[in-house]
C-alpha cells in the first residue's frame, strides 16, 4: 500500500519563475492539503482539495494555486516566484469523516524547493 | 498564521528520561493531534485527541488535554537516541465547516546517548 508521494524532491527555480509540484495521496484518501514549511518554522497551511474543489485556504496569495484530479491526485502551482517562496512543501492526505473534526494527516516527504 | 504555541522551543535530555512537551492554542478545537519530523522531511502522525479527552496513551507517548487552559502536554517515557526529532502539535479549530489543521512551531528534542 503506498503512501503518499510527492515529485520533484528538489527543485531550484529563479525569480519570477513558475513551479508546479505533484502529490498522489495514500490509497483509499480522498482530501489533500497542502503546507509551505520554512527552515526552522512548524508547516503553514495553504489549501485543502476535496472533490476536485479548494475548500480551505490559508494566508497565501493568489500566485499560489492547485488542483485536484479525478484520481485525487493534486498539484500545486506557484506562479512569479519569490526568493521567500524557498520552502519545504509538504502534501498530506486523509479520508473525510464528516462531523468528526479532522482525521490524521499521511505526509510526503516533500518537494525541497529553492528560489534564486 | 500558526495557532498553535510549542514549549520549550528547544529540548536535550539524557538517554532514559522523560521528555514533557506542552502545547498552547488559541480557539477552539475538534481534536488536537501531535506530529513528530525528522531532518526537515515529511512529518509523522503520533496520536490524536479529540476535544471530550482528556489523557490519551500510546506506546511511550502520553497526551493530556486541557481545553479550559487550551492547552496539550506530549510525554515521551524512557527517551532513546532514536527520539531525535521536531514535534509538532496540530489543532483543528471548531469554526464549522470543513476541516482544516494548523500547526504550531514545534519543539526540537535532541536525546543524547
Known amino acids: 500500500d503506498a503512501g503518499v508521494t510527492q515529485s520533484p524532491t528538489h527543485l531550484i527555480k529563479t525569480r519570477g519563475q513558475q513551479v508546479t509540484l505533484r502529490c498522489s495521496p495514500k490509497?483509499?484518501?480522498?482530501?489533500v492539503s497542502w503546507y509551505q514549511q520554512a527552515l526552522g518554522q512548524g508547516p503553514q497551511f495553504i489549501f485543502q482539495?476535496?472533490?476536485?474543489?479548494?475548500?480551505q485556504r490559508g494566508n497565501f496569495p493568489d500566485r499560489f494555486s492547485g488542483h485536484q484530479f479525478p484520481n485525487y491526485s493534486s498539484e500545486l502551482n506557484v506562479n512569479a516566484l519569490l526568493l521567500g517562496d524557498s520552502a519545504l512543501y509538504l502534501c498530506a492526505s486523509s479520508l473525510v469523516v464528516t462531523g468528526a473534526g479532522s482525521e490524521k494527516l499521511f505526509f510526503g516527504s516533500g518537494t525541497q524547493l529553492s528560489v534564486l | 498564521s500558526q495557532q498553535g504555541e510549542e514549549d520549550p522551543q528547544a529540548l536535550s535530555i539524557q538517554e532514559g528520561e522523560n521528555a514533557t512537551m506542552n502545547c498552547s492554542y488559541k480557539t477552539s478545537i475538534n481534536n488536537l493531534q501531535w506530529y513528530r519530523q525528522n531532518s526537515g522531511r515529511g512529518l509523522v502522525h503520533l496520536i490524536l485527541i479529540r476535544s471530550n479527552e482528556r489523557e490519551k496513551h500510546s506506546g511511550r507517548l502520553r497526551v493530556t488535554l486541557d481545553t479550559s487552559k487550551k492547552s496539550s502536554s506530549l510525554l515521551i517515557t524512557a527517551s532513546r537516541a532514536a527520539d531525535t526529532a521536531s514535534y509538532f502539535c496540530a489543532t483543528d479549530p471548531l469554526t464549522g465547516g470543513y476541516q482544516k489543521v494548523t500547526f504550531g512551531i514545534g519543539t526540537k528534542l535532541q536525546v543524547i546517548p
Open positions: 482539495y476535496y472533490e476536485e474543489e479548494e475548500r
Open positions: 490509497s483509499g484518501h480522498d482530501t
